[in-house]
């Protein structure tokens, strides 16, 4: 996959979002978040946080990663329905942002060499934001989890390569395998001795332009081959159930939705089709009210998945 092709989408893609909020309707209401920014020496970035009601003690954390230019981000996240999720299953949302200084498409920079290793470039600034979220409202470290879409879907993928031992789980969306190949033994060589299975949940459109079927398919395989490089015959090859889920209230298109059970009866893997859809309408989905039901399937999923004991399946 071309790098120039995930920002060459940025024009397109908001333009199906901003369509695609008009023509249902979708609540535009400002969410109500804390900006904060965080420093290493890798940089800075800052973040939103939503905290939701009764208190933070002991709650799981989500963060979310924007794709490339990316309208919920700037100038402030405005119309993210994953906050009303957060609201609804009580855990602590934090929105990492990208820096136009350090990307001008405001890409997240999961393609460069220097952006893909434990303890440098921009994981390290995430993961660092992750820690500092986790520690100052004492969350629950063994419910920590990762998502995003397009670049940050992309970005999702070096981290839970990178990072095993901080999320429990992992939401790739419309990103890309890591390091771009296709081996699992790639993953497993950057989790080093922290090396584990890794629930992973996966959404790509059908007739997705950017990041294709046939990269999502890649991404999913690479997966639960290292899955069953860490821990020898604990994720299946094929799915073990699918479901059709036909068009409701949040849920305007189809979708196939692929299981992928452990012989312990874990789910180690979910991979979401979302049919007659584009990679801007798959932004929507994940993004809008008007995919919220598949927002609550990701949280399903991931809240479902603790921090394993290492070198175990869940």
């Known amino acids: 996959m071309r790098v120039t092709a995930l920002r060459l989408s940025a024009v397109l893609g908001a333009a199906l979002l901003i369509a695609a909020c008009l023509l249902t309707g979708a609540p535009q209401a400002q969410a109500q978040l804390d900006r904060r920014c965080y420093t290493n020496a890798a940089g800075t970035r800052c973040y939103y946080l939503h905290l939701p009601p009764g208190g933070t003690v002991g709650r799981p954390l989500m963060v979310?990663?924007?794709?490339?230019?990316?309208?919920?981000?700037?100038?402030?996240?405005?119309?993210?329905?994953?906050?009303?999720?957060?609201?609804?299953?009580?855990?602590?949302?934090?929105?990492?942002?990208?820096?136009?200084?350090?990307?001008?498409?405001?890409?997240?920079?999961?393609?460069?060499?220097?952006?893909?290793?434990?303890?440098?470039?921009?994981?390290?600034?995430?993961?660092?934001?992750?820690?500092?979220?986790?520690?100052?409202?004492?969350?629950?470290?063994?419910?920590?989890?990762?998502?995003?879409?397009?670049?940050?879907?992309?970005?999702?993928?070096?981290?839970?390569?990178?990072?095993?031992?901080?999320?429990?789980?992992?939401a790739p969306m419309a990103g890309a395998p890591y390091r771009t190949q296709l081996d699992g033994q790639v993953i497993i060589d950057a989790m080093g001795p922290r090396a584990r299975p890794m629930p992973t949940y996966f959404l790509q459109t059908l007739f997705d332009q950017i990041s294709t079927i046939v990269i999502g398919r890649a991404n999913l395989n690479q997966w639960l081959e290292a899955d069953n490089l860490a821990d020898p015959g604990s994720a299946p090859t094929l799915p073990t159930g699918v479901q059709v889920l036909v068009p409701g209230e949040g849920l305007p298109i189809p979708l196939t939705v692929e299981h992928y059970a452990s012989p312990r009866g874990c789910e180690l893997a979910q991979f979401t089709t979302p049919l007659l859809a584009e990679h801007a309408i798959g932004a929507a989905l994940v993004q809008r009210d008007i995919g919220i039901e598949i927002q609550r399937n990701l949280m399903r999923f991931l809240l479902a998945h603790r921090m394993p004991p290492p070198h175990q399946a869940c």
Not at 67 to 73: E, K, T, V
Not at 76 to 98: H, I, K, N
Not at 102 to 113: A, F, G, I, V
Not at 126 to 153: F, H, M, N
Request: glycine share 12%.
């Open 64 to 170: 979310y990663l924007h794709g490339c230019d990316d309208l919920i981000a700037y100038p402030e996240p405005t119309g993210f329905s994953l906050t009303r999720v957060a609201d609804e299953m009580g855990f602590v949302l934090a929105y990492p942002l990208q820096d136009r200084a350090s990307n001008k498409q405001l890409c997240w920079n999961w393609d460069k060499p220097e952006h893909r290793e434990r303890g440098q470039g921009e994981p390290s600034i995430i993961a660092g934001i992750t820690s500092t979220v986790i520690d100052e409202l004492g969350l629950d470290r063994s419910r920590v989890y990762l998502g995003g879409y397009s670049a940050g879907g992309a970005t999702t993928t070096n981290l839970g390569a990178t990072y095993p031992d901080l999320y429990a789980a992992i």
